[in-house]
């Protein structure tokens, strides 16, 4: 099945219903490309978890909750699966659709999602709605995977009170309040041009990309912000999302929503282009 087209006076869109994710975004005046295109698509959910779970495994309330595995990641429930699987259309217009994935697992993940992308004016507008359709409690979050256009001539700048190191197999060590130099964004800088997996908190919950002819800037209402880059890769991704890297191992379960039957969380995000 072909994409969905979205559109308005400024922006264009195409979503996928393979892993509901964005294809393209671009502005209509210049056809400008708002994201990196490339093989990932634009931009994915990550649900019913973000990134990565040590172990694969956790303890919830008296249970050792095992996660499955797929075929993306060897280790683990990699951003869940959402982002690989069929979604369904609920709705869709000119300038918004609404996609539906329902999904069930022994492990527990018994839910109903729902994501709404609308184009609205210089935005695009991403939101997610997760039901917990299961008769035992379990614990939910999510977030999305926006891989930025991000080259030499760009430069990012978001503010943030500290910071996870990346540590083997991906996970975070421990938290730091002092941000190095290459993971230092408090002032505008392209960076440096290498491998970079790191995890915020006290994120303000805005981030500025600025190009040559065109300005990005992301913002969500949470503290917790992902960033990837890899050396030579012309993106830049910035993953808001509802809880740290690994948190169903922290003390307090920071940001992860313990949701009973019929109970929901929700998480949006915007895109501003100028």
């Not at 869109?13 to 708002?34: F, H, K, M, N």
């Not at 994935?101 to 997610?128: E, M, P, T, W």
Request: proline letters at 5%; a negative charge.
């Amino acid at each position: 099945m072909n994409p969905l087209h979205l559109h308005n006076d400024a922006l264009e869109a195409d979503i996928d219903l393979q892993g509901g994710r964005v294809l393209r975004l671009r502005t209509r005046e210049l056809s400008l490309p708002v994201l990196h295109e490339n093989a990932s698509g634009g931009m994915f959910p990550m649900l019913p978890l973000a990134n990565r779970v040590a172990g694969n495994r956790f303890t919830f309330q008296g249970r050792e909750i095992v996660l499955p595995h797929h075929h993306a990641d060897a280790r683990f429930f990699l951003h869940g699966d959402g982002w690989l699987r069929r979604w369904n259309i609920v709705e869709h217009g000119d300038d918004e659709c609404v996609l539906q994935l329902r999904c069930q697992h022994d492990c527990g993940f018994d839910y109903l999602a729902k994501i709404r992308y609308q184009l609205l004016q210089n935005q695009l507008v991403a939101s997610v709605t997760l039901t917990h359709c299961g008769d035992s409690p379990m614990l939910y979050g999510c977030g999305f995977h926006p891989f930025f256009r991000f080259d030499e001539h760009s430069q990012l700048q978001f503010q943030a009170s500290g910071y996870w190191p990346e540590g083997e197999q991906h996970l975070p060590l421990a938290w730091q309040d002092r941000l190095p130099d290459e993971a230092n964004f408090s002032q505008p800088q392209y960076g440096k041009d290498d491998w970079l997996n790191v995890g915020y908190s006290g994120w303000s919950g805005r981030a500025v990309i600025q190009h040559d002819v065109m300005k990005v800037t992301l913002l969500a209402q949470t503290p917790w912000l992902m960033l990837f880059r890899m050396s030579g890769g012309e993106f830049l991704c910035l993953e808001p999302q509802t809880h740290p890297v690994n948190a169903h191992n922290m003390q307090g379960l920071p940001g992860l929503r313990v949701l009973g039957q019929g109970e929901q969380c929700h998480f949006s995000m915007q895109i501003c282009v100028e």
